[in-house]
């Protein structure tokens, strides 16, 4: 796993291997020893066989904690309105 690691950071730092074609890329990859894996996500551009080899496990975060409507919570309706002032307490000339 770590040739597999090192030489997709060569490809990764080299931009001839970078953009070129699949086939050239796979062929090239096939010289330098990579697994059958990279040679094959390199060749078909389908990588589960690449995640495979390097143990990937989808992260997914349940959807429940993106509900609306929990943004207002904790505000009341009177926390809005500044609070008016009874009219004894109001200055008269």
């Given at each position: 796993?770590?040739?597999?690691?090192?030489?997709?950071?060569?490809?990764?730092?080299?931009a001839?291997?970078?953009?070129?074609?699949?086939?050239?890329?796979?062929?090239?990859?096939?010289?330098?020893?990579?697994?059958?894996?990279?040679?094959?996500?390199?060749?078909?551009?389908?990588?589960?066989?690449?995640?495979?080899?390097?143990?990937?496990?989808?992260?997914?975060?349940?959807?429940?904690?993106?509900?609306?409507?929990?943004?207002?919570?904790?505000?009341?309706?009177?926390?809005?309105?500044?609070?008016?002032?009874?009219?004894?307490d109001?200055?008269?000339?």
């Open positions: 796993m770590s040739n597999t690691i090192e030489l997709l950071e060569a490809i990764g730092n080299d001839s291997l970078r953009h070129a074609p699949r086939h050239e890329l796979a062929s090239r990859l096939q010289q330098l020893g990579a697994s059958g894996a990279l040679t094959a996500a390199a060749s078909s551009g389908d990588s589960l066989m690449l995640y495979a080899e390097l143990g990937h496990t989808p992260m997914q975060q349940p959807q429940i904690i993106h509900t609306p409507g929990d943004e207002d919570e904790g505000t009341e309706q009177g926390d809005l309105e500044p609070p008016s002032m009874p009219a004894s109001q200055l008269t000339p």
